[in-house]
């Protein structure tokens, strides 16, 4: 099955084990890294619940009429939390709507699931909301949050739930996952590491296109630090409306260049190891923490009316001139 997903299998047994011995919680935290899979987690736990027939090893059956409407996205037990938008909040009205479809009898007679996603996006009243929701569970319902970000959860509503957290795979089951979704060699790699690691995140960089992008970063960055290219001159063409994922890919290869240097990068395919290598040898590494922080200030500021022109010039200049890693002759791997 193409959408298999071995890295969360521990977690699903875990859930699949409580189910069989009527030990459910009635809210359960499903933490993890963006883009690994905990919405694919979080709907094959759901349809398990509300199918009918399951098979002997738990699973939705997929024939009969509640995971019918579950393919449908109609099924009246299994209601859904998240923003109107991607990147806007959850609201205190949608959370009292959901805690009232709670509150009715399922329709199928068994469980009753809400999945709310990402969950770090209630804000304070719609968090205040649902923490009475999960401090007066009624029978066989189940709430699944769903958050790449818990800590920003509220300590209340993070205590009331058990929490699960979902691994990111390996390197290996993350390309996998990604041939099995047509996307293969150094695109896959490439996509692989921009996403750290999570396969979806990869899947929704490589469909989009950023990760060509932010392949074009890579190059360019390259190319800056090796005195082929003018700073200025690039620092205009990044000027677009995609800014802050170059900005965000540029931190993104920092992280990596850093990695390279304290762990061998022989596993990863040989076109980005080089170009990895190829700055490496020549930038240091407290300096790529320290551009690090400039990026994240960059990032911070997109929006607020600074001269976009200017920031993006001060850090091509300011790349294009780091101090090479034997003029500095920083330990390598320290940090
Ligand atoms: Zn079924």
Redesign the pocket.
């Known amino acids: 099955m193409s959408d298999a997903t071995p890295w969360l299998e521990p977690v699903w047994q875990q859930v699949n084990r409580a189910r069989l011995q009527s030990r459910l919680p009635h809210a359960m935290l499903l933490a993890g890294s963006e883009g690994i899979g905990k919405q694919l987690l979080a709907d094959r736990i759901a349809?398990a619940l509300?199918?009918?027939?399951?098979d002997d090893k738990g699973e939705?059956?997929?024939?009969?009429?509640?995971?019918?409407w579950?393919h449908a996205g109609t099924h009246p037990d299994l209601l859904v939390l998240k923003p109107d938008e991607p990147g806007k909040a959850i609201k205190v009205d949608q959370v009292r709507a959901l805690s009232a479809g709670l509150a009715i009898t399922s329709h199928g007679g068994r469980y009753k699931v809400a999945i709310v996603c990402p969950a770090e996006a209630m804000n304070l009243n719609a968090a205040n909301s649902l923490l009475k929701t999960l401090e007066e569970p009624t029978a066989n319902t189940l709430l699944i949050l769903i958050s790449a970000a818990p800590g920003r959860l509220l300590a209340t509503v993070r205590s009331r739930c058990q929490q699960l957290q979902a691994p990111t795979p390996t390197q290996a089951q993350a390309l996998d996952w990604l041939a099995a979704h047509g996307v293969q060699g150094e695109a896959a790699t490439r996509s692989v590491l921009l996403a750290g690691g999570a396969p979806l995140r990869a899947l929704g960089l490589h469909e989009s296109g950023a990760e060509a992008v932010m392949a074009e970063c890579l190059e360019q960055l390259q190319a800056l630090s090796e005195g082929r290219l003018d700073p200025l001159a690039v620092a205009g063409e990044w000027q677009g409306d995609d800014i802050a994922l170059r900005l965000g890919s540029w931190r993104q290869w920092l992280q990596w260049l850093i990695r390279a240097r304290l762990v061998p990068v022989d596993k990863v395919a040989s076109d980005v190891a080089q170009k990895l290598q190829t700055i490496t040898e020549s930038v240091d590494c407290k300096a790529l923490y320290q551009f690090m922080d400039r990026i994240d200030s960059a990032l911070a500021t997109l929006g607020s009316g600074l001269n976009r022109q200017l920031l993006l010039e001060d850090l091509m200049i300011r790349w294009a001139s780091m101090p090479t890693r034997r003029q500095n002759n920083v330990m390598q791997g320290s940090r």
């Open positions: 349809h509300l199918c009918e027939a399951p939705a059956c997929g024939q009969c009429a509640a995971c019918g579950l």
